[in-house]
């Protein structure tokens, strides 16, 4: 690239936000998707619910305090992932979807861009996984040497003209290169030594071409993130990132200057930029944002900083907790002995992972509601500390004050300690935390479930129908009496358990027809937890959740879920597995306290666990699945960090489920995520059956369980459930023969990748029944 005259940066605005929730307060952007796949719907309409919402939002941030002339406000509105949509715009999509290009635009239309994200037919969907340490999922660019980058897709740049229209100068949030490539996978048929991280030089003048036409279409700033900068997991030297790093900014800040780019923040939320700090500093971008919830800087003056903007994201996007604005100031002037030229107030992350506004859960408990900050009060939050930093404190005297006397009342309302609680934690031994040996627990259980060998089973839910969504949204608001709520589930319980039957499970399962989420469920019936009415973030795609409030002490007022297994026991002879939700998975899926480390409050959990899986037993249920599937989504960023977390994780799993015998089986349940750095860690769990996801991935984790010798039950999973396809029964008993060469067979479980509830039943019933004839197939060559 030839170097063109540099411009003066345009000034950064004092106060911003690094994203703002997308799926709509009323989940609008779900319905409308998910309208379109069911062909209720257009293509047109998708995109005018879109539109709609983009200019909600613009607007909503206006009235929040955001300038609407000065950059402050981000454009990051994604139809799906914002992983896929960098793909698109560099035209990286995977060689098996170019039949979905348009021929005409060169581009995927929406039906296209949704059969990469869901499949169709034989159209397998790009993976997924876990993004960082959150509860988001992003879809994994397929990356080769022959891979063609080209300017492929301007929506980010229609996107910014269309709020340019209506008075509002927003800045472009795009996935930056290096983190696009750092996340990326190797396409089949790469070589053996081949990383998408090489391919940066090739991918760097369609990120420019991309930066020139925002510039020509008036954009001021852009904002690149750059998290793969945080986290020693990705699949690189540290050494090779950052020199990765250095070349991708050089390319597109130094080489590229304005104005024929717009000025670049580089974001880096989720963690500490550590030797990546001084590297980005030294680089020609212009403004660097830096997670200060998560992460720190150096006490002293990092040389670069002279020439940009620090934007210190002391608001902490990733929770929804009342910020202690006192203390926020306080960072903020500390910061001002690093040398930077500029320094504006930013939240950690973007607000994708916080519910929209506290104001709309009437519901909860006023005193609760006063600790607690959504996407709107952070963007509140973040314009106080603004004018705090740039007028002095006596600006927002008023607002401090009320943070510091909503902090107050936090730390001593009841609820928030229970000392019979914290005692019985205390007066815990080390055998609490152990079963016996595996090899006197698997025959004992052997003996008692008489299962034959690659035992089938599901993870737990069932298709929740339309009937019975409206079946317990009746009773929530009183219309249907418990009786009648409870005679209808244990009639849906019937159905499910006689389906399985008839297909040929051989451990059978409620369904989970009462359940509204495996959390939200739990939490609903736990003390120390508050459910909110609207409070939806995204998961993936069209998924969303709604996060419990962790708040206080844990504990279990009364049996949660016996009934509904004993009574699911009673109408069959197989055995019955009792389903639970682990201790680090109802903290990793809710909003979770912060005055206490992690490990205090899993245990409080666990103990809580602990006796429900106790009634289990002695209601007769052999089999119970914890599951956790969420124990690597909060494995910290940092290799450092890593032992201390699994220590506590792995205890408090052990906690939950060490009180039971010998004959009773443990299972668990694992999904979304790169087992390899977390295989010691689920060998530590000690369950007797392991299940986890395998098939979007064609079974890659195979290799990585045989290598580590994992000596107990596992059940990599032969069905992808999030994706609307069917597998056929051929597909199923290829990765079931790819697993009996690296597993033992008397090991072996065969299920599905995760829960069935978010599908149909006419996917669910012939997939299962793939699923049976796949794994008798199989067992007859092992027999034979």
């Known amino acids: 690239m030839t170097a063109l005259p540099a411009l003066s940066v345009p000034d950064f605005p004092s106060g911003t936000i690094l994203g703002y929730p997308r799926i709509g307060p009323r989940r609008e952007l779900k319905k409308a998707i998910e309208s379109f796949w069911a062909g209720r719907s257009t293509a047109d309409d998708v995109e005018a619910t879109a539109v709609a919402l983009r200019t909600r939002t613009r607007t909503r941030l206006v009235e929040l305090g955001?300038?609407?002339?000065?950059?402050?406000?981000?454009?990051?509105?994604?139809?799906?992932?914002?992983?896929?949509?960098?793909?698109?715009?560099?035209?990286?999509?995977?060689?098996?979807?170019?039949?979905?290009?348009?021929?005409?635009?060169?581009?995927?239309?929406?039906?296209?861009?949704?059969?990469?994200?869901?499949?169709?037919?034989?159209?397998?969907?790009?993976?997924?996984?876990?993004?960082?340490?959150?509860?988001?999922?992003?879809?994994?660019?397929?990356?080769?040497?022959?891979?063609?980058?080209?300017?492929?897709?301007?929506?980010?740049?229609?996107?910014?003209?269309?709020?340019?229209?209506?008075?509002?100068?927003?800045?472009?949030?795009?996935?930056?290169?290096?983190?696009?490539?750092?996340?990326?996978?190797?396409?089949?048929?790469?070589?053996?030594?081949?990383?998408?991280?090489?391919?940066?030089?090739?991918?760097?003048?369609?990120?420019?071409?991309?930066?020139?036409?925002?510039?020509?279409?008036?954009?001021?700033?852009?904002?690149?993130?750059?998290?793969?900068?945080?986290?020693?997991?990705?699949?690189?030297?540290?050494?090779?990132?950052i020199a990765a790093l250095v070349e991708a900014y050089t390319a597109l800040a130094a080489d590229l200057a304005r104005p024929a780019r717009p000025a670049i923040l580089v974001a880096a939320p989720y963690g500490d930029l550590g030797a990546a700090l001084p590297a980005l500093a030294g680089t020609a971008i212009d403004a660097i944002a830096v997670d200060l919830v998560r992460g720190h800087l150096p006490a002293g003056p990092v040389a670069g900083l002279e020439t940009k903007t620090l934007v210190a994201g002391v608001v902490d996007g990733h929770n929804i907790w009342r910020a202690d604005l006192g203390a926020g100031l306080d960072t903020l002037e500390s910061l001002k002995g690093l040398g930077a030229a500029a320094l504006a107030v930013g939240t950690s992350t973007s607000l994708l992972h916080v519910p929209h506004d506290v104001e709309d859960e009437p519901a909860l408990d006023p005193t609760l509601r006063g600790w607690l900050a959504f996407a709107d009060q952070k963007v509140g939050e973040v314009v106080t500390l603004a004018q705090g930093l740039t007028k002095g404190r006596d600006a927002v005297a008023d607002r401090l004050e009320a943070s510091r006397a909503a902090l107050a009342n936090r730390a001593s309302a009841p609820g928030v300690v229970r000392p019979e609680v914290r005692e019985r934690l205390a007066a815990l031994t080390p055998d609490a935390f152990a079963r016996g040996e595996y090899a006197v627990r698997k025959a004992a259980q052997a003996a008692r479930l008489q299962l034959p060998l690659l035992p089938t089973t599901t993870i737990g839910s069932f298709p929740q129908t339309p009937e019975i969504r409206k079946s317990r949204a009746a009773h929530a608001k009183g219309a249907l009496s418990t009786e009648a709520y409870e005679a209808e589930m244990r009639a849906e319980i019937q159905r499910v358990v006689a389906l399985?039957?008839?297909?040929?499970?051989?451990?059978?399962?409620?369904?989970?027809?009462?359940?509204?989420?495996?959390?939200?469920?739990?939490?609903?019936?736990?003390?120390?937890?508050?459910?909110?009415?609207?409070?939806?973030?995204?998961?993936?795609?069209?998924?969303?959740?709604?996060?419990?409030?962790?708040?206080?002490?844990?504990?279990?007022?009364?049996?949660?879920?016996?009934?509904?297994?004993?009574?699911?026991?009673?109408?069959?002879?197989?055995?019955?597995?009792?389903?639970?939700?682990?201790?680090?998975?109802?903290?990793?899926?809710?909003?979770?306290?912060?005055?206490?480390?992690?490990?205090?409050?899993?245990?409080?959990?666990?103990?809580?666990?602990?006796?429900?899986?106790?009634?289990?037993?002695?209601?007769?249920?052999?089999?119970?699945?914890?599951?956790?599937?969420?124990?690597?989504?909060?494995?910290?960023?940092?290799?450092?960090?890593?032992?201390?977390?699994?220590?506590?994780?792995?205890?408090?799993?052990?906690?939950?489920?060490?009180?039971?015998?010998?004959?009773?089986?443990?299972?668990?349940?694992?999904?979304?995520?790169?087992?390899?750095?977390?295989?010691?860690?689920?060998?530590?769990?000690?369950?007797?059956?392991?299940?986890?996801?395998?098939?979007?991935?064609?079974?890659?984790?195979?290799?990585?369980?045989?290598?580590?010798?994992?000596?107990?039950?596992?059940?990599?999973?032969?069905?992808?459930?999030?994706?609307?396809?069917?597998?056929?029964?051929?597909?199923?008993?290829?990765?079931?023969?790819?697993?009996?060469?690296?597993?033992?067979?008397?090991?072996?479980?065969?299920?599905?990748?995760?829960?069935?509830?978010?599908?149909?039943?006419?996917e669910v019933t012939p997939s299962l029944e793939h699923i049976v004839a796949a794994a008798k197939t199989v067992r007859a060559t092992l027999t034979a």
């Open 66 to 241: 955001l300038d609407p002339s000065d950059a402050s406000i981000p454009s990051d509105f994604s139809f799906y992932d914002q992983m896929l949509d960098a793909g698109c715009v560099v035209g990286a999509i995977p060689a098996r979807f170019a039949h979905l290009v348009e021929e005409a635009t060169g581009r995927l239309d929406l039906a296209g861009y949704s059969t990469v994200a869901r499949g169709a037919g034989d159209d397998l969907p790009a993976e997924m996984t876990k993004w960082f340490d959150t509860n988001y999922h992003y879809l994994v660019p397929e990356i080769g040497p022959d891979t063609e980058f080209r300017f492929a897709n301007d929506r980010p740049v229609r996107e910014f003209a269309e709020g340019l229209a209506e008075g509002v100068l927003t800045r472009p949030v795009i996935v930056g290169p290096v983190t696009f490539l750092l996340l990326a996978k190797a396409a089949d048929g790469s070589p053996a030594d081949f990383a998408p991280i090489d391919r940066l030089a090739d991918l760097l003048p369609v990120y420019a071409e991309l930066l020139t036409a925002l510039a020509d279409a008036g954009a001021t700033w852009v904002q690149l993130d750059e998290p793969a900068l945080v986290s020693d997991s990705i699949d690189a030297s540290p050494e090779r990132a």
């Open 500 to 762: 399985q039957e008839e297909i040929g499970l051989d451990v059978l399962v409620h369904g989970e027809p009462e359940r509204n989420d495996m959390v939200q469920y739990f939490a609903e019936n736990l003390d120390g937890f508050a459910a909110t009415q609207n409070g939806w973030v995204q998961s993936y795609g069209s998924r969303c959740v709604r996060p419990p409030i962790l708040w206080g002490d844990v504990a279990r007022p009364a049996a949660i879920t016996v009934a509904w297994s004993a009574y699911t026991a009673s109408l069959t002879t197989k055995p019955v597995k009792g389903m639970l939700t682990g201790p680090v998975t109802i903290l990793a899926w809710s909003f979770v306290r912060n005055d206490q480390p992690l490990g205090d409050t899993a245990n409080q959990v666990a103990l809580a666990l602990r006796d429900e899986i106790g009634d289990l037993e002695a209601a007769g249920i052999g089999v119970v699945q914890v599951d956790e599937p969420a124990l690597r989504e909060l494995l910290p960023l940092r290799a450092a960090d890593h032992a201390a977390y699994l220590d506590w994780s792995v205890s408090s799993f052990r906690l939950a489920t060490s009180g039971v015998r010998d004959e009773t089986q443990i299972h668990t349940h694992l999904c979304y995520s790169e087992f390899g750095e977390v295989i010691g860690a689920i060998d530590g769990l000690d369950a007797d059956v392991t299940s986890i996801e395998a098939a979007r991935s064609k079974m890659e984790i195979l290799g990585q369980i045989a290598a580590a010798g994992y000596p107990r039950g596992i059940g990599p999973g032969v069905y992808d459930i999030h994706s609307p396809r069917v597998p056929s029964e051929a597909e199923v008993t290829e990765l079931l023969g790819k697993a009996v060469r690296s597993i033992a067979a008397d090991e072996l479980w065969v299920n599905p990748d995760c829960g069935l509830k978010t599908r149909r039943y006419e």
